[in-house]
Structures are given as structure tokens and as C-alpha cells.
């Protein structure tokens, strides 16, 4: 299936997101971007990659910390970026990434407000995918080896870190279905069926060109 959509992806942690983005950019043949978007944004402004990952879907830091990480930064030289906090500069340079990375041709994205970021597109498709507490706690209970409490801890301050950060960058809602294009439950329908039903939306937008 030949495709020139964008497709990005806002996902509860657990419910499968990444593998859905995953496998659905392996049968469009597409680049996909999840971590690797940390890499370009780096490359592209001249901040060092440890910070993009150490701020990675997070809102913000210590005044001291962004104080003492502002010395890694380098590569923007106007004033206005200069004085920018460094959450700040990240979010940009990702922001900024995510835009370069749109403009080269069909994609998947996962996460980092990349549908805000791409919300003028006319060639985007944003998705969030969920699923019930009680699947998400199985799928990383057995991911990684957790009790179920512990599964469930680590899915609520994850959910709780995705939101906050896409709420504080974004003029949308981390979740709402009104911020995105489709909203899939991966407990309901599986990660296949998940799958089919992004690359059908994809196939009845492009014939309406």
C-alpha cells in the first residue's frame, strides 16, 4: 500500500502504541520515528542527544537543573532562544524535527505532541490509542517482570507524565478525543485490528484528494 499520509501516534502506556506504529510503518514501508526523533532533533540544533533524553515527554525541571544543563546547549545563536529555559529549547528542537521530518514524506510518529506539531497538515492522521487499566497492567506485568501493583504504578505516572507534558505544550487535551482523528482501543480490537483500521482511514483520505 502505497501511502503520502503522515500518521502520528499518542498512546496510553501499555496499550500497544508503539508497536502499532511500529508495524503499521513496516507494511506502509515508511520511516518510523519514536526514539530516533531524540537523534534528528539533537542533530539538527546542536544540543546535546543526553538532554533530549533526559527531558524526553516531560513538562519541567528544576530552575537549578535547567540552570546547570543550559552549559551543554549550543547551536542557536538569536537572544530570544538564548533565554529560553532549556525544556523550552527542547520542545522547540523537537517541535522543529518533527516538522523537517513531516516534510520529507510519509511517516509515523509516536508521541511528543508530534500532532500538534503537524496539526496544519492536511496529509496528517493523528491517532491515540488506549485500552483498560487491567490490559494495560497485563501487558507490562509480563513485559517487564512486575507485580501487578507495580505494573499499575508505573502506568499511572507514565500516563500522568504523558499528559502533563502534552497539556503544557499544546493547545489540546492529552487524551481527549476532540484532539485527535481517531481514538482506537487496542484492548477491543487488537494491535492488528488496530492496524487496519488506521491503514482504511488512510485509504479513504488519500481517495478524497
Not at 499518542?10 to 502499532?20: F, K, L
Not at 500522568?160 to 497539556?167: E, W
Not at 476532540?178 to 482501543?185: E, G, I, P, R, V
Request: hydrophobic fraction near 30%; proline fraction near 2%.
Amino acid at each position: 500500500m502505497k501511502t503520502n499520509t503522515i500518521i502520528t501516534i499518542s498512546r496510553q502506556y501499555g496499550s500497544g502504541g508503539r508497536e502499532i506504529g511500529k508495524k503499521l510503518a513496516e507494511e506502509l514501508e515508511i520511516p518510523f520515528y519514536d526514539k530516533e526523533l531524540l537523534s534528528r532533533a539533537a542533530k539538527d540544533s546542536g544540543i546535546c542527544e543526553e538532554l533530549f533524553e533526559n527531558h524526553d515527554e516531560k513538562p519541567t525541571n528544576s530552575f537549578l537543573y535547567s540552570l546547570v544543563m543550559d552549559t551543554y546547549s549550543f547551536g542557536y545563536t538569536s537572544s530570544s532562544f538564548t533565554d529560553m529555559p532549556i525544556n523550552q529549547k527542547i520542545f522547540l528542537a523537537q517541535f522543529n524535527a518533527i516538522k523537517a521530518i513531516a516534510n520529507e514524506g510519509p511517516c509515523v510518529i509516536v508521541g511528543r505532541c508530534a500532532d500538534y506539531a503537524l496539526e496544519e497538515y492536511s496529509n496528517c492522521i493523528s491517532v491515540y490509542i488506549h485500552s483498560s487499566m487491567k490490559n494495560r497492567i497485563r501487558r507490562i506485568a509480563q513485559k517487564y517482570d512486575l507485580t501487578d501493583a507495580k505494573a499499575k504504578d508505573r502506568i499511572t505516572k507514565t500516563d500522568k507524565k504523558r499528559a502533563s507534558y502534552y497539556n503544557y505544550y499544546s493547545n489540546k487535551k492529552w487524551g481527549d478525543a476532540s484532539s485527535y482523528h481517531m481514538c482506537l482501543d487496542s484492548g477491543r480490537f487488537g494491535i492488528d485490528g488496530c492496524i487496519a483500521m488506521i491503514k482504511n482511514a488512510i485509504a479513504q483520505r488519500e481517495s478524497r484528494e
